[in-house]
Nanobody, 124 residues
Framework: VQLQASGGGLVQPGGSLRLSCVAS???????IGWYRQAPGKEREGLSC????????YYTPSVEGRFTISRDNGKRTVYLQMNSLKPEDTAVYYC???????????????????WGQGTLVTVSS
């Protein structure tokens, strides 16, 4: 399945954005996660939603501010981002992931599909 992320842009601190990740095929059997990569930093796993029971994971830095959801009928996973901070500035990617599998909160495999990133800039 191919993924396409969108919804990034420029927003002021404290503002909100909703990112969308649209799949080319069914998401019924895929767990989807959101990652981000800021300049000069490693890619960071932020959140994921499982394929089976819809259970969710959030990394501590975004928990309480970001909400992940999925609409399998629209083949889309969303990341609602509220109370944005300058340190949230990064390129955001969606991907097929392992989500809450055993000891793994969010993880990639050799068969992970990455969507094209979307840039989020939080600045006044």
């Amino acid at each position: 399945v191919q993924l396409q992320a969108s919804g990034g842009g420029l927003v002021q601190p404290g503002g909100s954005l909703r990112l969308s990740c649209v799949a080319s095929g069914s998401l019924d059997y895929e767990a989807i996660g959101w990652y981000r990569q800021a300049p000069g930093k490693e890619r960071e796993g932020l959140s994921c939603i499982s394929r089976r029971d819809g259970s969710k994971y959030y990394t501590p830095s975004v928990e309480g501010r970001f909400t992940i959801s999925r609409d399998n009928g629209k083949r889309t996973v969303y990341l609602q981002m509220n109370s944005l901070k300058p340190e949230d500035t990064a390129v955001y990617y969606c991907a097929t992931v392992l989500c809450r599998v055993g000891p793994i909160s969010i993880g990639t495999t050799g068969s992970t599909n990455w969507g094209q990133g979307t840039l989020v800039t939080v600045s006044s």
